[in-house]
Each structure stands twice: as C-alpha cells, then as structure tokens.
C-alpha cells in the first residue's frame, strides 16, 4: 500500500511570509497528487490537482509542485484568508489523504 | 450550481446501523463516481469508500470493508452509506464528494482524479 508522509503537521508564518508544505509518497505515483485546503468547521477545498495544475478560481498565489515520490506546495505570500489545514492526496488507484499541516498566524 | 447535501447522521449506540444519504443537484450526478470521506474530530480525512458512475463497482477503506455499504439511485440522484455494526471509532463528520477526472492540456490524455465538490457534512456519533 502506498503510505503519505506530509510535513510539517503544523506550521506558524507571518502575513506575507511564503510557505511551503511537502507531501512525499512511499511509491511513484507519477503526478497523482491534489492539494486540498479545509477551514475550520467547513469542508475541505481543492486547491491543486495533478500535482500542479491550479483548479479554477483559486488565487494564483498557490501552486503546487513534484511528480514521482516528492512533492511541494507553496503560498507565495500568506494571507490572513488562508489560515486553514491543508492535505495532500494521492489519487492513483485508491485515494489517500496526508495527516494534514495546520497552518496559523504568528 | 453544484450541490452536494448530506442527511442521516446522528446518535447511535455500539453495534448499531445508519444509512447515511448524499442528495447531488446542478450536474448530471450518473456521469460521476462519487466518494464518502470521514473526519473525527480533531482529526484528518480519511477516505471511506468510492462507486462508480453506474453503481457497478465499488471499493472501501480496509477499516470499513464488509461493515458499510456505499450505493447510488441515479434516478433519484442520490448516494448511500449503509454503516451496519457501528463501533465507537467511527465516530465522525462523513462528506460526500465528486471524483472528478482531469486531462492533461496539451496532451488531451487522462491525468488524476480529484475530488472537486464536497459536501457540507453530517455528523455520526456511535456511543451508548
């Protein structure tokens, strides 16, 4: 089974500071990789899909990077908006979530 | 407008069942596999199980195989989970959301699947 490791589990940044989340997969999984962003008491967001393609309507300042076993997603320049938990997914035959990286505000 | 609108949770007591249902709206819900996701609280996702667009294949997370039951009535455009012998662990919020198949633009082959719509959620508790 493919096993996700995402780091860090949480992570403290200053507005406009750019932050990066990595997700690495115990196998190549090609650029089956989505990045997803949920907010408290909300659903989860896709954010990213194949790894770096950026889904309709999601601001420019995330993108997301990799393909095989290693992969990045980064914020250019945080906003006060996107305070919120991130996930990596691997999607190449059954799904599988990352634990998650809780992002604040310092 | 897409929707996704999950009804069914609630308080049930170990050993228990519940059918969980997903009523989808503004797609064409036969053309979609659709999937059923949980969260405990204070936890990360967890994916549960996934069907196809017709209904005619089916895969689950090891940690519900041959307890739950995941279903579709297209005619209704609805999703099912039946989740039979409850146990404290399954204690979540469970989503519904749409598996959506992405192609590669320059190339026009198929790439990832990704779940592009979600629910807002319900609620399981499973305790005496």
């Known amino acids: 089974d493919i096993q996700m490791t995402q780091s860090p589990s949480s992570l403290s940044a200053s507005v406009g500071d750019r932050v990066t989340i990595t997700c690495q997969a115990s196998?190549?999984?090609?650029?089956?990789l989505n990045w997803y962003q949920q907010k408290p008491g909300k659903a989860p967001k896709l954010l990213i899909y194949d790894a770096s393609n950026l889904e309709t309507g999601v601001p420019s300042r995330f993108s997301g990077s990799g393909s095989g076993t290693d992969f990045t997603f980064t914020i250019s320049s945080l906003q006060p908006e996107d305070i919120a938990t991130y996930y990596c997914q691997q999607y190449d035959n059954l799904p599988l979530f990352g634990q998650g990286t809780k992002l604040e505000i310092k | 407008e897409v929707q996704l609108v999950e009804s069914g949770g609630g308080l049930v007591q170990p050993g228990g069942s519940l059918r969980l249902s997903c009523a989808a709206s503004g797609f064409t819900f036969s053309s979609y596999w659709m999937h059923w996701v949980r969260q405990a609280p204070g936890k990360g996702l967890v994916w549960v199980s996934r069907i196809n667009s017709d209904g005619s294949s089916t895969s689950y997370a090891d940690s519900v195989k041959g307890r739950f039951t995941i279903s579709r009535d297209n005619a209704k455009n609805t999703l099912y989970l039946q989740m039979n012998s409850l146990r404290a662990e399954d204690t979540a919020v469970y989503y519904c959301a749409r598996d959506h198949l992405y192609y590669d633009i320059l190339t026009g082959y198929p790439g990832t699947r990704a779940f592009d719509y979600w629910g807002q959620g319900t609620l399981v508790t499973v305790s005496s």
């Open positions: 196998q190549d999984i090609s650029n089956y």
